[in-house]
């Protein structure tokens, strides 16, 4: 049976925050609710429950390990953070304590985005909004449009007419287009307020022409 989205939240919930995370790779960790809603989605529109799932840069693996609950066949994580890669593995021993699922269905794979060359069927990924290093944003657009078919993909609302000239460039359609206020932690040294709040978007982007 698969989980509800408030049951997916709270075990997303359990997860720790980010350990001093990296002002430079914008390592900011999507929050329990926010994830549990755009997955719930993603599984109810048929792209995660038996699908190959690719979560590119995942951090500490919040949204490949939510799509492991979620009975994707298989979730392949991509991060070359070695630190982050630590910390998503022991998230996945903490859910499997938490949920009583051995979630082997999902693995962490140490490298760049760049050199990965396999493909999913769908792409979930938080990827850094090119504030600190330009145009980051699209080159994960750019790898996630180049491995599947179906892309999930955060990004800020103010960068919304990029995203989407870029999609239909590339030959997908904006089918969803989802509008968070995303909490921002502070984590960094440099933040001054405990919580902090920017629009953020996630986008469903599938390859396909447009019907006349």
Known sequence: MSLSKGRLAVLLSTLPPLQIPSVQEEQYQTDAETAAEV?????????????????????????????????AREVIAIERD????????SNRLLLREEAGRDLDNIRFVSQDIAAFSGRGDTVLQNPPFGTRVEHV???????????????????KES??????????????????????????????????????????GCWRLVRGTPVD
């Open 159 to 200: 960068t919304s007419g990029f995203v989407e000239r870029f999609a239909e460039d590339s030959g997908f359609l904006v089918t969803h287009h989802l509008s968070f206020d995303f909490p921002l932690k502070a984590t960094m040294r440099h933040h001054t307020r405990r919580i902090r709040r920017i629009g953020v």
């Open 137 to 155: 944003d699209r080159a994960f657009l750019a790898k996630a449009f180049s491995v599947a078919d179906v892309v999930w993909s955060f990004h």
């Open 39 to 71: 997955l719930s989605l993603a599984m109810l529109l048929g792209d995660i429950t038996g699908k190959r799932v690719l979560d590119l840069g995942c951090g500490a693996g919040l949204l490949g390990l939510g799509a492991a609950l979620l009975d």
């Open 82 to 89: 070695e630190r982050l890669i630590k910390a998503a593995e």
